[in-house]
């Protein structure tokens, strides 16, 4: 199968002691590299508010990693083990690469056409007044 | 009866919401001082991006009302391709309790 990148986040209580935090995601790499895949990157981003309380709690420990994987049911696993650990309240994971192509894609479109014609037509001036105009209409 | 009728069928023929056909050059339009609105651009489409991340709460807030409502493409002249993005980023931070789903208490 082809390797897949996927973004997995999550959201321990506030509470856990950072030992315990990082045992988890060291049981969360080691499940990972067992199956030939790989984790391009961890990132402990720390206590933050959540923007809702979860399980009547403000505020959580995020942890972010991104892993590169040919097997689906390696996703299956992780969120089995999240959804199983205690300090863990929240977990999201989201299936990057097909937007990532995207992005490419659109990239290496842009860059072919700046090439094509490279008489650069007055850069637009126009940009700053659009963050007033957002904030107006909230 | 008959003649009632017609009284009544002949006021209807011109529409009530009928507006003349607008002008190029109308009585209010005076040359340089009309009224032009100011154009709206899609922000996403000046920074030129290709993807919209869904972990930068902070840009993704300005498109959300008060309330956690997410702001409609008129509101912000966000082009419909952005949008469309735009929408899948919010949700996916919702989801992690990065933006509200309804704000407020």
Known sequence: MEERQYDLIFICRPDTPEPDIDKLISTLEHAVTEKGSKIEKIEKWGRKRMAYRVHKLQEGFYVYMVIRSSHGELVKELERRLKVSDPVIKYLTVRLDEELKRQDKLKRIRERRAARRPRKSAPAPAPPATGEQSAATL | ?105
């Open chain 2, 1 to 105: 009866m008959a003649e009632e009728n017609v009284p009544q069928q002949q006021p209807a023929p011109p529409p009530a919401g009928a507006r003349p056909h607008s002008k190029p050059s109308g009585p209010v339009r005076r040359g340089k001082r009309s009224f032009v609105r100011k154009k709206k651009v899609c922000r996403f489409c000046v920074d030129k991006a290709d993807f919209i991340d869904y972990k930068k709460a902070d840009i993704l807030a300005p498109f959300l009302q008060e309330r956690g409502k997410i702001l409609p493409r008129r509101m912000t002249g966000t082009c419909a391709r952005h949008q469309r993005w735009l929408t899948v980023a919010i949700k996916r931070a919702q989801n992690i309790a990065l933006l509200p789903f309804a704000a407020g208490r």
